[in-house]
């Protein structure tokens, strides 16, 4: 099975922009990339990073500017097996990936907490990914209807993305990698006074 993870290298996590630059958020989605490549190594797997621009990561780097949807449809229109793992899944962890990648189905979802697809198995080439809006509930309902087994895997770890300043804390809370290590680095630390815990510097 391919195991790609699709990253944005010319402007990456720009809902951060309240709180890092620009380029803070280039080294701290790199750090987030890193993680996510050794959480796939880590299953004995060999990471692919389809990237919009040039990255310098210790993995294969496919430089590649379309959208997501229909790069991702090109692959699995090659009738290979595939796994799509997005890149700022930086809590993510071996034993949560492990169970995407081992689950029975044709295709088989990891949502993500705001109704996207965080992590996706394809094993049918006739099945379509549409990443825009509600992705999972789509690519639910898009297997179904052309007759594909289905399995959803509910799993924190993979639904958590690091898409806005909040998310940060999760990192913190959670993560033991190089986006956490980043983070404390650049005087990041949990503040828990209050009513609302968060990440503060």
């Known amino acids: 099975m391919r195991v790609v993870i699709p990253f944005d290298a010319r402007n990456p996590k720009s809902r951060l922009s309240p709180t ?15 993680d996510v490549i050794d959480v796939v190594r880590e299953t004995g797997r060999s990471p692919e990073i389809l990237s919009t621009a040039p990255v310098d990561v210790d993995a294969t780097v496919s430089v590649d500017e379309r ?9 699995i229109e090659d009738g290979t097996p595939i796994a799509v793992e997005t890149a700022d ?3 993510a962890t071996p034993l949560a990936l492990d169970r995407l990648l081992g689950a029975d189905g044709n295709v088989v979802v990891a949502p993500g907490r705001e109704a996207g697809t965080n992590a996706l198995v394809v094993r049918d080439p006739a099945f379509r990914v549409d990443y825009h809006g509600a992705s999972f509930r789509d690519h639910l309902d898009r297997a179904r209807a052309g007759g594909a087994s289905v399995r959803e895997v509910d799993s924190f770890r993979l639904a958590t993305d690091i898409d806005a300043p909040a998310d940060l804390l999760e ?31």
Do not use: C, K, Y
């Not at 890092?20 to 890193?34: G, I, K, Q, Y």
């Not at 959208?67 to 692959?75: D, K, W, Y």
């Open 20 to 34: 890092l630059d620009r380029e803070e958020r280039r080294d701290f989605s790199e750090a987030m990339l890193r």
């Open 67 to 75: 959208p997501l949807t229909p790069l991702v449809n090109e692959l």
């Open 89 to 91: 899944l930086a809590i």
């Open 171 to 201: 990192v913190l809370v959670h993560g033991d990698g190089r986006a956490s290590q980043w983070l404390r680095a650049a005087g990041f630390r949990v503040h828990s006074e209050g009513d609302e815990p968060r990440a503060v510097r």
